[in-house]
């Protein structure tokens, strides 16, 4: 994937939070049929060089943010032959993609998870920083 410049555009591994910020919950609940729980990768309040991301490009971040981590499958996620002839593509821990207004937002136990179909999941990812959710912001 080639990169494109962005100026002074902030790095992914500048506005991502760190994971340990706030851990997953302990306990997750039980997922029926075809769902997957993911929680959306989080934006930091400031950069790694101290300089502090002003609410309203964080939440333009947000927004454009469409990659989070599995936190767990349902019991039926991926059985289906005829849409995954292969099974499985994506398992606990896996970072994946979604459309920005897919599943159904909630926020549980202090932390923001997204319940989506397993067929609402559009690809997976080695490394979230790999993506770039700041591109658009420049291009308004």
């Known amino acids: 994937m080639q990169q494109v410049e962005m100026g002074k555009a902030i790095k992914n591994d500048s506005w991502i939070s760190d994971p340990e910020e706030i851990e997953d919950p302990k306990v997750l609940p039980e997922l029926p ?10 934006v930091k309040n400031k950069t790694k060089g ?7 490009i964080k939440d333009d971040m947000s927004y454009l943010t469409t990659v989070g981590k599995v936190l767990a499958l349902g019991d039926l996620a991926y059985m289906d032959k005829d849409k995954f002839p292969g099974g499985a593509w994506c398992m ?3 970072h994946v993609c979604y459309g920005k207004h897919s599943g159904t937002k909630l926020f549980y136990k ?3 998870l997204i319940l989506l179909f397993d067929d609402q999941i559009n690809m997976k990812v080695e490394d ?9 912001l420049g291009n308004r």
């Open 110 to 112: 202090g932390v923001r």
């Open 33 to 42: 049929g075809f769902h997957i729980l993911v929680r959306p990768i989080s």
């Open 50 to 56: 101290g300089i502090f991301i002003p609410d309203s």
């Open 92 to 94: 606990v821990g896996d």
């Open 128 to 136: 979230p920083k790999d993506l770039d959710p700041t591109f658009n």
